[in-house]
T-cell receptor, first 113, second 114 residues
Framework: QQPVQSPQAVILREGEDAVINCSSSKALYSVHWYRQKHGEAPVFLMILLKGGEQKGHEKISASFNEKKQQSSLYLTASQLSYSGTYFCGSGPYYGGSQGNLIFGKGTKLSVKP | DTEVTQTPKHLVMGMTNKKSLKCEQHMGHRAMYWYKQKAKKPPELMFVYSYEKLSINESVPSRFSPECPNSSLLNLHLHALQPEDSALYLC?????????????FGPGTRLTVL
């Protein structure tokens, strides 16, 4: 089941903050966050695992509510370089086994000067 | 080295051609993936190789044929493609199979089928 991302698009001024949300209807083992700039490959930002472990870039923060099967990505003091499409990937959990990533439809973030 | 490389960068082929896409990683990762991405859409998983064995085939048509010659290389053989197969083809790798490890993506091959 594809996770649902919101909002679909957001426009910010430099220095403003943004939150991108991701929710799944299925039990999750992990949530991944990637950013993709136009014409480029997705770049890993953050992984949040069942049980609380997380790994990612120092300047990126995210949360993972396992019970609600939701994750949020927090972008603070945005910079022009933050522009791109943000994808969350849900890692389903099938009774002890991990499934493969399923990406949400993406959130297009535009940061203006 | 945290890089996944893909060749070629661009490929234009006719519907009767046979071509191959190549992917390489030297991070010692045990899982490698092929994704297809259409414009303004998320990547869609096609194949997963886990410890050099095909573990997932997401109902991909047989005109796409993956191959994993060794732990560092992944190929995607293309034959008799359709115009709707035109897309960005992304290769990725992760330390372990499954969704517990972050994936590193290559730059992709932009495929156009005429």
């Amino acid at each position: 089941q594809q996770p649902v991302q919101s909002p679909q698009a957001v426009i910010l001024r430099e220095g403003e903050d943004a939150v991108i949300n991701c929710s799944s209807s299925k039990a999750l083992y992990s949530v991944h966050w990637y950013r993709q700039k136009h014409g480029e490959a997705p770049v890993f930002l953050m992984i949040l695992l069942k049980g609380g472990e997380q790994k990612g870039h120092e300047k990126i923060s995210a949360s993972f509510n396992e019970k609600k099967q939701q994750s949020s990505l927090y972008l603070t003091a945005s910079q022009l370089s933050y522009s791109g499409t943000y994808f969350c990937g849900s890692g389903p959990y099938y009774g002890g086994s991990q499934g493969n990533l399923i990406f949400g439809k993406g959130t297009k973030l535009s940061v203006k000067p | 080295d945290t890089e996944v490389t893909q060749t070629p960068k661009h490929l234009v082929m006719g519907m009767t051609n046979k071509k191959s896409l190549k992917c390489e990683q030297h991070m010692g990762h045990r899982a490698m993936y092929w994704y297809k991405q259409k414009a303004k859409k998320p990547p869609e998983l096609m194949f997963v190789y886990s410890y050099e064995k095909l573990s997932i085939n997401e109902s991909v048509p047989s005109r796409f044929s993956p191959e994993c010659p060794n732990s560092s290389l992944l190929n995607l053989h293309l034959h008799a493609l359709q115009p709707e197969d035109s897309a960005l083809y992304l290769c990725a790798s992760s330390q372990d199979p499954g969704a517990g490890s972050e994936q590193f993506f290559g730059p992709g091959t932009r495929l156009t089928v005429l």
